[in-house]
Structure formats: C-alpha cells, structure tokens
C-alpha cells in the first residue's frame, strides 16, 4: 500500500554537499528526511520557485525526452528502505503502458517536481523512515536545529546559490 507524500521542506547548507529534504503524508502527521546532493537540492527549489536556467539542467533534459517521446510522468514512488538508503521509482504513461524505472529518490523527486506529478511513499517506508527520522541522517545533519535551519522553501536565491553565509552583523 501508497501513501501519497509532498516535499514539505528543502535544508541547504553551503558548506557540505550533504542537503536535507523532508517529505509528509499528504493528509497525516508523519514526515521523514532524505539526504540528497547539492545539484538535486538546487534543482528542486528552483522548480519550486519558478526560476528559470539559462541551458537545461539534467533534470529538464530528462522530462523534455520523456515527453518527447510521448509519455508523462504519472507519478513517483519511494518503493522501500533498506540500510538507511531509499530507493524509487518513476512510474510513465505512454497510451495504455506504464513504464517503471529504477531512480534515486534525489532524481525521481526532481522530476515529480518538474512535472508537478504526485509522489507516493510505500507505508513500510513511512513507518520505518518516520519512527526514527535522524538514524537516517549522517551526524552532523542530525544536529539541525529545526527552528534556524530547516526551511519551508523561504530560501532566498543567493542562500540558494550559496552566494551568501548566515551571519549576524553587531
């Protein structure tokens, strides 16, 4: 069984290559993390705030080659978690046939995104990745203070392109 998710909240830190998404149920109190690369992290937000790139990114590329074929998107799936890694699926429609292919979640995420397609997680997942959300990340992200560093998707761009440190000014 599927439990439909959404990407609630995006963590970027400049400073490592480690970032931090949180994904809810859709209609529950459950959420759990997922650390993905900088690029993904990136690409993720700016989808989600409408900025556009000058060339395509890869994951552009990818949804124009899927719909150039023919097909959509018609949802994302986190399939399972074993040893602290999750793994996806991006589930196409071409006519009749769906397609499944095997993706990080990083990817299948940006994706969904891209083309605004509904994510679902596995409830083995969710019961798993949200009864003990910081197993699953390294130690130094498991130390975020939820208050100061996870966002809702308020980054603003130069936090975003890491043109700006978090200072405090005396």
Avoid: W
């Amino acid at each position: 069984m599927s439990v439909q998710i959404e990407l609630t909240r995006i963590y970027i830190r400049e400073m490592v290559d480690m970032q931090i998404i949180e994904l809810s149920e859709i209609g529950g109190t459950r959420s759990f993390p997922i650390v993905i690369g900088m690029t993904e992290a990136c690409a993720i937000e700016r989808r989600r705030k409408g900025c556009s790139v000058e060339r395509p990114q890869t994951h552009d590329l990818l949804t124009t080659i899927i719909d150039d074929l023919g097909a959509t998107v018609d949802r994302v799936e986190i399939v399972s978690l074993k040893e602290g890694t999750f793994f996806a699926k991006i589930i196409l429609r071409r006519g009749p046939k769906e397609i499944e292919i095997d993706a990080r979640p990083s990817d299948a995420i940006a994706i969904a995104v891209a083309c605004n397609a509904p994510m679902f997680a596995a409830e083995e997942v969710i019961a798993a990745a949200s009864a003990s959300p910081t197993e699953l990340l390294p130690p130094l992200a498991a130390d975020i203070d939820d208050e100061e560093d996870l966002s809702n998707g308020e980054e603003s761009e130069d936090d975003l392109l890491g043109e700006s440190e978090d200072s405090t000014e005396d």
